[in-house]
């Protein structure tokens, strides 16, 4: 069933944890046809340029579908593609602005594959062109041409995060500078959406994700820089930062939640639900172990929390509730209907 309908403030809120899937993890496609070329070394010190290089110049011959076509042609017989997934569909969106004179016109041939990284690729491409004074001297504008602003549409929402990624670019990449930055924004969606965008900008630049590696990551500090900054970026810090520890702790969930539950409220739930999504992420949106990780957790705030992140990542990989009510169907009864009004609340955004 597709989804329609509904807005507020929570169902923004929502939309940020759902803007942070794919961060840790990969995501398998359906592919339609093969591969055009030879895949890239694995030597992950050469592939991410390898891909960047490839899928640039087919957006420049050929055109964004052709790029997203290939890439999911060769997606999952190639390990290194899909970690560095997100990354590649960066360079895909900061091509695209070759092509298109404007935000919009890029966001029409845009594809939400690999957590919307064409989306904050293309907002780094013209934040790039614009230059940093340009860019930070009238935020509001860069989104404005998007349709859905009223209704607070996915494609809106997509674009401002994106600012944050965007911003990071031309802050070259430092966090506080550009969080102070997204407090230009008009709007508290506005502001929380970019803000969330520095935050997923900050751990894909780690090197384990494709990019160079960021000062403001500590693997001994693993929730850190979400313990440095104000309470006002504090939820959507801690709403990405399980992806960096759990790469810190080898992926063990329970020192995770173990890490999470130190956190002060009302911000633990938020690294709960973080969790959540790399749940259902690192199972690739396959119930039975999606579940099985979320009963991980220690307590019903813990579980609970954790199938709320899981059941939005499943509700934005598949663009249908089908798969999120099964989830919902497989957890414990006293979760069931906090996962079921989860879902209710994304109803239209896709």
């Given at each position: 069933?597709?989804?329609?309908?509904?807005?507020?403030?929570?169902?923004?809120?929502?939309?940020?944890?759902?803007?942070?899937?794919?961060?840790?993890?990969?995501?398998?496609?359906?592919?339609?046809?093969?591969?055009?070329?030879?895949?890239?070394?694995?030597?992950?010190?050469?592939?991410?340029?390898?891909?960047?290089?490839?899928?640039?110049?087919?957006?420049?011959?050929?055109?964004?579908?052709?790029?997203?076509?290939?890439?999911?042609?060769?997606?999952?017989?190639?390990?290194?593609?899909?970690?560095?997934?997100?990354?590649?569909?960066?360079?895909?969106?900061?091509?695209?602005?070759?092509?298109?004179?404007?935000?919009?016109?890029?966001?029409?041939?845009?594809?939400?594959?690999?957590?919307?990284?064409?989306?904050?690729?293309?907002?780094?491409?013209?934040?790039?062109?614009?230059?940093?004074?340009?860019?930070?001297?009238?935020?509001?504008?860069?989104?404005?041409?998007?349709?859905?602003?009223?209704?607070?549409?996915?494609?809106?929402?997509?674009?401002?995060?994106?600012?944050?990624?965007?911003?990071?670019?031309?802050?070259?990449?430092?966090?506080?500078?550009?969080?102070?930055?997204?407090?230009g924004l008009t709007g508290s969606m506005e502001q929380n959406a970019c803000v969330n965008g520095?935050?997923?900008?900050?751990?894909?630049?780690?090197?384990?994700?494709?990019?160079?590696?960021?000062?403001?990551?500590?693997?001994?500090?693993?929730?850190?820089?979400?313990?440095?900054?104000?309470?006002?970026?504090?939820?959507?810090?801690?709403?990405?930062?399980?992806?960096?520890?759990?790469?810190?702790?080898?992926?063990?969930?329970?020192?995770?939640?173990?890490?999470?539950?130190?956190?002060?409220?009302?911000?633990?739930?938020?690294?709960?639900?973080?969790?959540?999504?790399?749940?259902?992420?690192?199972?690739?949106?396959?119930?039975?172990?999606?579940?099985?990780?979320?009963?991980?957790?220690?307590?019903?705030?813990?579980?609970?929390?954790?199938?709320?992140?899981?059941?939005?990542?499943?509700?934005?990989?598949?663009?249908?509730?089908?798969?999120?009510?099964?989830?919902?169907?497989?957890?414990?009864?006293?979760?069931?209907?906090?996962?079921?009004?989860a879902i209710a609340q994304l109803v239209g955004r896709f």
């Amino acid at each position: 069933m597709k989804l329609t309908g509904r807005t507020g403030l929570w169902a923004i809120g929502l939309l940020v944890a759902v803007a942070a899937a794919g961060v840790l993890g990969s995501h398998r496609f359906a592919p339609t046809r093969k591969p055009m070329g030879a895949r890239c070394p694995q030597d992950p010190r050469v592939a991410l340029a390898c891909y960047e290089e490839r899928y640039r110049s087919i957006v420049a011959a050929q055109g964004v579908a052709e790029a997203f076509a290939d890439l999911k042609a060769g997606y999952g017989a190639d390990p290194e593609m899909q970690r560095l997934c997100h990354a590649i569909t960066h360079a895909i969106g900061q091509a695209a602005v070759r092509r298109y004179s404007t935000v919009a016109d890029a966001f029409a041939y845009g594809d939400n594959a690999c957590g919307s990284g064409y989306y904050h690729g293309v907002m780094q491409g013209f934040a790039l062109t614009l230059g940093r004074e340009k860019l930070l001297s009238d935020l509001d504008a860069v989104c404005a041409a998007v349709p859905g602003k009223q209704r607070k549409s996915l494609d809106y929402f997509n674009c401002v995060h994106g600012l944050g990624h965007a911003i990071m670019a031309v802050r070259t990449d430092e966090l506080f500078d550009a969080l102070h930055d997204c407090d230009g924004l008009t709007g508290s969606m506005e502001q929380n959406a970019c803000v969330n965008g520095v935050f997923m900008e900050n751990l894909i630049v780690d090197g384990a994700h494709g990019g160079h590696y960021s000062k403001y990551l500590k693997p001994g500090e693993p929730l850190y820089p979400c313990t440095a900054v104000g309470d006002k970026y504090k939820a959507e810090c801690f709403a990405m930062q399980t992806s960096y520890a759990l790469g810190v702790v080898q992926g063990d969930f329970a020192k995770v939640f173990a890490l999470c539950a130190e956190v002060g409220a009302p911000f633990r739930k938020n690294c709960y639900q973080s969790l959540g999504r790399d749940a259902a992420t690192i199972s690739r949106d396959q119930v039975p172990a999606t579940v099985a990780t979320c009963k991980l957790g220690r307590d019903h705030e813990q579980r609970s929390y954790c199938v709320l992140g899981a059941v939005l990542d499943f509700v934005y990989y598949y663009h249908s509730d089908v798969q999120a009510q099964a989830l919902c169907s497989g957890v414990e009864r006293e979760l069931q209907q906090g996962c079921r009004s989860a879902i209710a609340q994304l109803v239209g955004r896709f």
